[in-house]
């Protein structure tokens, strides 16, 4: 038997190896490849699990859950709700929600039960943290206004998500509100003892482990495992208790460090875990499941987007920012398979949901990839038929003059430190942005400022372009920044042009469309750090100093994050 599952376990991890490679070549993540690997060792095709195997893969898959669940609740510190934004926070919910009913409704006109309906419901409503923050990561949009608003989105969601984690095994049986009152009581009472235990106890009991980084992950390990345990005997689930363990540790010093040491383990009882849905695909797979999930994958893919889109307008976003935040999420979350999971467990739902959840989000997230890879090109073809999701572009207009000599695109990176030094000339000039927050804070300042957004070439028309002496664009995005070349030579302006790249190439790439001058922020960026190092040297007190003036200029810039 051992043998048996040893050599499955091997042939699997060998098949995920092989299939993540080529997935990475195409820009798919490594969670599709996960669940193809599933497919080819299920019963349709090489038929590796099964008996023993079968067993032993279903246990390291709820393992797999319970590790990933704990570094979720690392991460899911209740103080990160008050940096997420307004905005973030009730589209989140707001989504959430328009979706949930959307996607149950879909469910139930497709003739499911309530409960499968329910399920199916859930699991479009969520989207993936995982996939959207790799991808923006590697775009480097993370601190974009789009990327934030996504980002603060998918913190709500998670959120919610864990919170529904829990409450899906206390309503589950016949007496809801008996199950309520007493479990709901129960596992209100656990969570506050162990929340007061981490912060009381362990605060100079984990001074103490983190002496030994060996010994750190063990308590990690332990913890995890030992709360997994105690939910379990006490009717929840082992990724419950996970999730909470996670959580009581999230305001601790050390849960990076802890959330760090736990990815390996992690990392392999999880593609077990995305292995073994793979196989619930293949066990069930008909003509109707596949004809529902294109059908649910539509939804997904077109119908959060546009949801998404127009919470914003109301919010008065652009509608490039409105656009690449919806498309940002047009994808289910690892969360929906982890609940869905949950639901088949307690015999809520058949394996046919199983299958049906799995083949949305193959086809959702393989598709979302893409769109978010090639977002910015999406824009620009579609972008004539979404005025219907532009914010309303007389907001935050401070002044009727269009005659600026200056024109600053971008106040949040290095803008910011721009427009010190353009109140200290004596010329006029102007901020555009596109970010709403930003706008009021600048007319409440006294500065004018237009709101707009350089990659919209209608907008930049509006502009009188041909009347400036200096442009400076803080934007990094490589074409806005020729847009805005482009518009400069059809007006036929002399006017100066400085731009922004984030890296070598896209400045070699600007540089051969004309423009005058390019900031790469991490070649300045050294030349600044290297000035620094020359005028203080060992000197602490010179870096008192100026920590002192960095932080108010951190804590100023945060202000307009949303």
Same mark, same amino acid.
């Given at each position: ?34 669940? +193809? ?18 067993? +032993? ?27 997420? $934004? ?59 206004? &789009? ?26 049986? $016949? ?79 050390? &849960? ?91 015999? &809520?739902? $058949? ?212």
């Amino acid at each position: 038997m051992v043998q048996e599952v040893l050599i499955c376990i091997s042939l699997i991890i060998v098949i995920a190896t092989v299939l993540t490679i080529i997935f990475r070549l195409i820009k798919q993540p490594p969670i599709i490849a996960y669940l +193809i690997t599933g497919v080819l060792a299920g019963p349709f095709f090489l038929n590796l699990v099964r008996g023993n195997s079968y067993e +032993i893969i279903n246990l390291f898959a709820h393992l797999g859950v319970a590790f990933l669940l704990f570094i979720v609740g690392l991460n899911l510190n209740w103080r990160v709700l008050k940096e997420v $934004g307004i905005v973030s926070t009730f589209a989140g919910i707001a989504e959430i929600l328009i979706t949930g009913v959307i996607g149950f409704l879909i469910a139930f006109g497709l003739g499911f039960s309530n409960n499968s309906a329910l399920y199916l419901g859930i699991a479009i409503a969520f989207s993936s943290t995982v996939v959207v923050v790799k991808i923006l990561s590697d775009k480097k949009e993370i601190d974009t206004l &789009h990327g934030k608003i996504s980002l603060g989105i998918l913190i709500i969601e998670d959120f919610i998500a864990a919170i529904a984690l829990m409450i899906i095994p206390i309503v589950s049986g $016949g007496k809801i509100l008996n199950n309520l009152l007493i479990k709901g009581s129960l596992i209100l009472v656990l969570i506050a003892l162990i929340f007061f235990i981490s912060h009381i106890l362990f605060k100079k009991f984990l001074n103490y482990l983190a002496r030994s980084q060996e010994i750190l992950f063990l308590f990690g390990l332990t913890w995890a495992l030992v709360l997994s345990i105690l939910f379990n005997k006490l009717g929840f689930s082992l990724e419950i208790g996970a999730l909470i363990a996670g959580m009581s540790l999230a305001s601790s010093r050390y &849960h990076m460090e802890l959330g760090d040491k736990m990815k390996t383990l992690r990392d392999f009882f999880i593609i077990l875990f995305f292995v073994f849905f793979g196989i619930q695909l293949a066990g069930t797979l008909n003509y109707f499941i596949i004809r529902n999930a294109i059908l649910l994958s539509f939804f997904v893919i077109i119908g959060k987007p546009i949801i998404v889109m127009i919470i914003l307008r109301i919010f008065g976003y652009k509608k490039r920012t409105n656009f690449l935040a919806g498309i940002n999420i047009a994808q289910i979350s690892e969360f929906s398979l982890i609940i869905t999971l949950l639901g088949f467990t307690l015999g &809520h739902i $058949g394996q046919e949901i199983m299958s049906l959840i799995v083949l949305v989000s193959i086809i959702t997230i393989g598709l979302s990839s893409y769109s978010i890879y090639y977002s910015n090109h999406i824009f620009n073809k579609l972008s004539k038929w979404l005025n219907i999701f532009e914010g309303k572009r007389e907001f935050g207009v401070r002044s009727k003059k269009k005659d600026y000599k200056i024109l600053l695109f971008g106040y949040h990176r290095a803008g910011y430190k721009i427009l010190k030094i353009l109140k200290s000339m004596n010329v006029s000039f102007a901020v555009v942005d596109y970010n709403p927050k930003v706008i009021l804070s600048l007319v409440n300042q006294g500065i004018d400022c237009i709101y707009g957004d350089a990659s919209d070439k209608e907008f930049l028309n509006e502009l009188e372009l041909d009347k400036t002496s200096l442009i400076i664009s803080t934007i990094p995005d490589e074409q806005s920044n020729i847009f805005i070349r482009e518009k400069l030579k059809e007006v036929k302006s002399d006017s100066v042009f400085i731009a922004t790249a984030e890296h070598s190439a896209s400045a070699l790439d600007l540089y051969r469309e004309g423009i005058d001058y390019v900031i790469v922020p991490h070649y300045l960026g050294g030349d600044y750090a290297a000035n620094i190092i020359k005028n203080f040297g060992t000197k602490k007190e010179g870096y008192k100093e100026l920590r002192k003036k960095h932080l108010k200029e951190l804590r100023d810039e945060r202000k307009f994050d949303f």
